[in-house]
């Protein structure tokens, strides 16, 4: 295993792309692995594969469309409205059972295969919409499952786990890549790069993360 090297699981959204070159910074090599899992909106591997290659990282795009089938979920299922708002003691409807599960396994058996023993993810419980496999707890427990099953020492690094959306915004922006990832990544849920459709909770969480960091950046610009 190599410890200077990481896999990142990487959409072409803002968090996975925050955390692709967040990765950059912190180790020698970086690989990312993507994912088609039935998703309406397969642009976002499009728009990965071109991020990617500026970042001047090697890609692998894996097919796992079987994951988006085993349930119903309004990312995966055209004849479904999405919910715009988190239901009342359920989860919205965007969550796609198993997602984390199966994505962060097989990104641990590509990491095998490439002598790598760093993973890096960009869930949030701060930001996590309700998600139960973006929580710290499923984190850490997957990390020592995958470590027993096949007898490794993986590291599960969640960059963004703690911080909210305004604070991944000055993330991006400490990094040099607030403006890439305003124009180039796809975090809607409608489909639309950049700023998105402004409508459905992906796009509402960004948005007001984005305006929240840039009246801190400028109450802080005022006062230096």
């Given amino acids: 295993m190599n410890k200077n090297d990481a896999l990142v699981v990487f959409s072409g959204g803002q968090d996975s792309t925050t955390c692709l070159f967040w990765a950059k910074k ?8 993507s994912f088609i899992y039935g ?26 469309s ?6 119903r979920n309004s990312l995966t299922d055209p004849s479904m409205a999405m919910d715009r708002e988190q239901p009342d003691g359920g989860f919205p409807n965007t969550f796609v059972p198993g997602r984390n599960l199966f994505f962060l396994s097989i990104a641990a058996v590509c990491a095998r295969e ?18 139960p496999d973006c929580r710290d707890a499923f984190i850490k427990s997957l990390n020592v499952t995958l470590n027993l099953a096949m007898d ?15 604070e991944t915004w000055a993330l991006a922006d400490e990094l040099g890549v607030l403006d890439l990832i305003r124009r180039d990544t ?4 409608n489909g639309v790069q ?8 992906a796009c509402k969480l960004r948005r007001e993360g984005l305006e929240r960091y840039l009246a801190m950046k400028a109450e802080k610009g005022n006062w230096l």
Avoid at 51 to 58: L, P
Avoid at 66 to 71: A, D, E, K, Q, V
Avoid at 153 to 162: C, D, E, G, I, S
Wanted: a negative charge; hydrophobic letters at 40%.
């Fill in 152 to 166: 490794e020492q993986f590291v599960l690094h969640t960059p963004l786990m703690w911080i909210d959306k305004a």
């Fill in 26 to 33: 912190h180790f020698r090599k970086v690989y990312a692995v």
């Fill in 66 to 71: 079987f994951i988006g089938s085993l349930g």
């Fill in 186 to 189: 796809l975090t809607c849920y």
């Fill in 194 to 201: 950049g700023d998105g459709c402004g409508h459905c909770p």
């Fill in 114 to 131: 490439l002598g790598v023993n760093h993973i890096v993810t960009g869930v949030s419980q701060t930001d996590f919409s309700g998600y």
């Fill in 39 to 64: 998703q309406k909106h397969v642009k976002e591997v499009e728009l990965a594969r071109a991020i990617a290659e500026k970042a001047g990282v090697e890609l692998k795009v894996m097919d796992v």
